[in-house]
């Protein structure tokens, strides 16, 4: 497509389901990244892909969180298990080759109640 | 590790002021430096970027020069509309290709 794109564009949850985010890439961009943004906050770093691969999973809050990305182009966030304070709004970007920038997509507002 | 300082808001001007975002990073090597912008209900989007030292990224009158002595890529604009309103981002990209964000500058020009 001609942006990221990322399903759904809000989530409503209750507490302790799990949930899915997806995250369709810009055509042929090798790098892509999730982000968590809570109310009034900045950016948190969740994880990065180069490819297939997760070279940084530092960010990721909990063990709960899981992420993979398949085929180089899409991909999902997993979040088991949800409580309160993972309700925020998810940001996925995705970057070509080197010293290119990186697009970000409208992101998932995730409400969980 | 890597890490981006901005000056916290929220920042209120009028409109046609001089508008300063200062950032600040920490990184090893030589990162390409970054700032986006968030308008109200909208995603976040490049503003500008600089790749080496001294470098000076512009766009929509907004410019920041990459210092490296300074550790430092200020946000400037020499006059504000209110349609510059909106949430400001400095950020920074290391040879790893990891990017990191500062905590954002709320930006409210008042007519």
Redesign the interface.
Known sequence: GAGVSQSPSNKVTEKGKDVELRCDPISGHT?L?W?RQSLG???E?LI?F?GNSA??KSGLPSDRFSAERTGGSVSTLTIQRTQQEDSAVY?C?S?GGA?T???????TRLTVV | GNSVTQMEGPVTLSEEAFLTINCTYTATGYPSLFWYVQYPGEGLQLLLKATKADDKGSNKGFEATYRKETTSFHLEKGSVQVSDSAVYFCALRNAGNMLTFGGGTRLMVKP
């Open positions: 790098a990244y982000y906050q900045g950016l770093f990065y180069q070279p940084d940001l970007a970057r010293n920038e990186a697009f970000f997509g409208q992101g």
